[in-house]
Nanobody, 123 residues
């Protein structure tokens, strides 16, 4: 079992930055591929970014490539999403996710989800 708790959401103006954090419980964090998803009002949840067990591989949705950076600190059981050059269309609830994988496969099909954190980008 893995429990995921997101933080760092908020209100920011277009062009600004936010960093989301996701703290995971348990001693097996480094065995999970981690990722971020988001869901805007009236839309389906969509994949944003993923990172491999050691952080050596990352993968991004085209809509955030070059603006968002995913990273992880296995010593702190935490995964991050640095979001720069934010746009109003980035407004959504952002969810942290974990998937147990035996080989790198993206986008993720998560086994565990966090409760979400709201990100609102004003124009």
């Amino acid at each position: 079992q893995v429990q995921l708790v997101e933080s760092g959401g908020g209100l920011v103006q277009a062009g600004g930055s936010l960093r989301l954090s996701c703290a995971a419980s348990g001693r097996t964090f480094s065995t999970y591929v981690m990722g971020w998803f988001r869901q805007a009002p009236g839309k389906e949840r969509e994949f944003v970014a993923a990172i491999s067990w050691s952080g050596g591989s990352t993968y991004y949705a085209d809509s955030v490539k070059g603006r968002f950076t995913i990273s992880r600190d296995n010593a702190r059981n935490t995964v991050y999403l640095q979001m720069n050059s934010l746009k109003p269309e980035d407004t959504a609830v952002y969810y942290c996710a974990a998937e147990s994988q035996s080989y790198w496969s993206v986008p993720l099909r998560p086994d565990y989800w966090g409760q979400g954190t709201q990100v609102t980008v004003s124009s």
